[in-house]
Every structure is written in C-alpha cells, then in structure tokens.
C-alpha cells in the first residue's frame, strides 16, 4: 500500500521561507516521478512542481519559478519542496502526489498523471 504523509507545513510572514517533505512507502520511491500541488480555499487543486524518479529533471508552474525547488533524496524515500520569498497568494493546502507509471516524466502538470497522494500540509503566509 503506497503511503505519502507531508510535513513542513506551518505559518510564515510573507518574505519568508519553509520546506515542506513527503515521506513516501510502500513503492520502490526511485523509479517514480513525485509531484506538489496546492489548493487555496474556494479554488481548484494547482500544480506546484514536479521532479522526474532520478532528480535531474525539474518543472514549475509560472507562479513559483524562481521562488520554490523541488528536490528529492532516493536514499530517504522523501521529496521536498523549499519554499522561498512566500507570497500571500501562496497560502494553500500542498499535497504530494507520486506517479502515475514508474520512469515517466510527463504531462506531469496534470492530476491524471499521478496515482497517490498525501493527505496535505497546510501553509498560511500572512501579509
């Protein structure tokens, strides 16, 4: 049974910076492409970032680029996301989610694309 619990969550001044992580098992973690996604209250989930099963390949939303990395440590079994210059707007629930099919990196802008997905981590940035 595959299993994502995300931590890191909290609340920050705008300007300020968090990491979040997701603990995956359950799965062999390295052969998956992991994902982040958000979804301030009253809006549909959005994507954040997304990194492919070995590290080397990263992609953002336009929103965060810049701003958030995505990074991933195979040994622990953990994706991170590292948060930086935080906006009001970033304020959301973030969830992780894990690929679909093993060695896949793309369309991974899309929900359809992945298979699980944690329960999520609140993030407040006050103005």
């Known amino acids: 049974q595959v299993q994502l619990v995300e931590s890191g969550g909290g609340l920050v001044q705008a300007g300020g910076s968090l990491r979040l992580s997701c603990a995956a098992s359950?799965?062999?973690?390295?052969?998956?492409?992991m994902g982040w996604f958000r979804q301030a209250p009253g809006k549909e989930r959005d994507f954040v970032a997304a990194?492919?099963?070995?590290?080397?390949?990263?992609y953002y939303a336009d929103s965060v680029k810049g701003r958030f990395t995505i990074s991933r440590d195979n040994a622990k079994n953990t994706v991170y996301l590292q948060m930086g210059s935080l906006k009001f707007e970033d304020t959301a629930v973030y969830y992780c989610?894990?690929?679909?099919?093993?060695?896949?990196?793309?369309?991974?802008?899309?929900?359809?694309?992945?298979?699980?997905w944690g329960q999520g981590t609140q993030v407040t940035v006050s103005s």
């Open positions: 990194i492919s099963w070995s590290g080397g390949s990263t």
């Open positions: 359950g799965r062999t973690f390295s052969t998956y492409a």
């Open positions: 989610a894990t690929g679909r099919q093993s060695y896949m990196f793309a369309n991974l802008a899309a929900e359809s694309m992945y298979g699980y």
